[in-house]
């Protein structure tokens, strides 16, 4: 297959994992497993209450007909809800239910507990090498989100 280059085999292995993590992490999952785009929005939604339909749409960088579909998944699985806005009572207003906050909270858990497991696994060596890999993996997060965001808005991911 011959070499691969170390950016081409760092978004090879960082594809992989992030697989692997869903993986094991939907093994003992109460209720039914949900797909990505469906927690994007979930994540989105909870992170900016009371979000446009739209807005949500233009940030997740899909269609709003896609958006629409999920908004109307989700409300079917009891997940998100939805209110007129009242400024604008065609528009619709987004929010998680609470059962929808336990299971992103419970994925969540799940998923630092998993990694805490896997990262005391490595040498010592390897868990600092992660560790001084941090700074660059947020730039490199940062780098595609700038690149993603509508022009003339750009957004920095927390430290």
Known sequence: ???????AEFG???????????RRLRRDLVGPPLRGGQVELLRLVRETPA??????????GLAGNSVSTLVRELTGLGLLERAADPRDRR??????T???SRR????????AALFTREFT????SERAALIAALPALRALAANLREEAAPPGREEALPS
């Not at 090879?12 to 869903?22: K, P």
């Open 1 to 7: 297959m011959g070499e691969i280059a170390p950016a």
């Open 12 to 22: 090879v292995l960082l594809v992989g994992v992030g697989r692997l993590v869903r």
């Open 51 to 60: 979000t446009r339909v739209s807005d949500a749409a233009r940030e997740l």
């Open 91 to 96: 528009a619709v207003l987004l929010s998680v």
């Open 98 to 100: 609470p059962e929808a």
């Open 104 to 111: 992103l909270a419970e994925w969540d858990d799940r998923r």
């Open 121 to 124: 696994r490595l040498a010592g």
